[in-house]
């Protein structure tokens, strides 16, 4: 953590914004971009399934109950970086719109904005509205029927899902040995191997991502000032005001302040310092926001039927 830590405030994290894609995404908001390439090279209905909140540790617990289930799938694995802060409000915006958080300004701190901003990128590709679909909290079997519905009706080329169960029920937890037990006991309800089978047996090219992972953490205290982006994002602090984060920064020396390239001017984060959270001294946590590998690191996988592979 150490070292990631000292990386980005060397300005590494910053030549990642504009690499290529051709081989895979960098950062999250390179998806689209990638998917645009891959529809270019007959690929022509894409899937995205974005797992909210994902770790690649618990990426790997589902890998490894899809291996048992359902033998025939296959997983090209790679990894992305999420944004800085890893909330939901920068990181997954980031991720469906292609855009550097700096050029969603408006509506940073909420995503409410996601669906719009996903059309507006395939429709700039020249894909029609009508092809394009969004849909967001799934996470139980029963919603599977309805979404089989609305593929079947709309025939969608390109397709966006939100699954959100995981970072749901991390922030519930304790540990990460307890989010592991619930993911585990989530998976058998069935709900992955059912919604990649429909959509891989309707002919979809399915890439699963998360916008950002997780961390186990232990509270430091709770600061008074300041205005989060993500209200559970407990592993950072942001700010519109240079005299209130200086404030913070005093009060609590544990902090780490970045500099993130791409984030609004008076876009300010403050990080927790190694594994803590601002939350109530001493409480264990499982969060994120924060600058672990865990956190800042995500699966971007491919998933396929053996025989579809070339």
Request: with cysteine; charged share 25%; hydrophobic share 40%.
């Amino acid at each position: 953590d150490a070292g990631l830590s000292a990386w980005i405030a060397a300005k590494h994290y910053a030549d990642l914004i504009l690499q290529p894609v051709i081989k895979g995404p960098v950062m999250v908001h390179h998806v689209p971009r990638f998917l645009r390439h891959r529809r270019s090279t007959g690929e022509t209905k894409v899937a995205l399934l974005v797992f909210d909140g994902l770790a690649i540790d618990q990426w790997v617990q589902i890998r490894e109950h899809l291996n048992l289930t359902s033998r025939g799938l296959i997983f090209e694995e790679g990894t992305a970086f999420a944004w800085l802060p890893t909330v939901t409000s920068v990181s997954r915006q980031a991720l469906f719109s292609g855009l550097k958080p700096r050029e969603f300004d408006d509506s940073i701190d909420r995503t409410d904005k996601e669906e719009s901003l996903w059309k507006t990128f395939w429709q700039n590709e020249g894909v029609n509205s009508n092809e394009v679909m969004y849909r967001r909290a799934l996470r139980q079997v029963n919603q599977l029927d309805e979404l089989e519905s609305d593929l079947i009706e709309r025939c969608p080329k390109v397709v966006g899902l939100v699954i959100d169960e995981v970072d749901e029920r991390l922030h519930k937890e304790r540990s990460k040995k307890d989010v592991a037990m619930w993911i585990g006991n989530w998976l058998r309800t069935g709900f992955v191997d059912k919604l990649f089978s429909l959509l891989l047996e309707m002919g979809y090219h399915v890439y699963l991502t998360a916008d950002h992972g997780n961390v186990e953490s232990t509270g430091v205290g709770r600061p008074n000032q300041g205005v989060i982006a993500e209200t559970r994002g407990e592993r950072v602090r942001v700010y519109r005001s240079e005299s209130l984060l200086a404030n913070s920064i005093t009060s609590y020396p544990t902090t780490v302040r970045l500099d993130i390239a791409g984030l609004p001017a008076n876009f300010m984060p403050l990080f927790a310092g190694g594994r803590t959270a601002v939350v109530p001294e001493g409480e264990q946590v499982v969060v994120h926001g924060g600058v672990s590998v865990e956190e800042l690191i995500v699966p971007f996988v491919k998933i396929s039927y053996r025989g579809d592979v070339a």
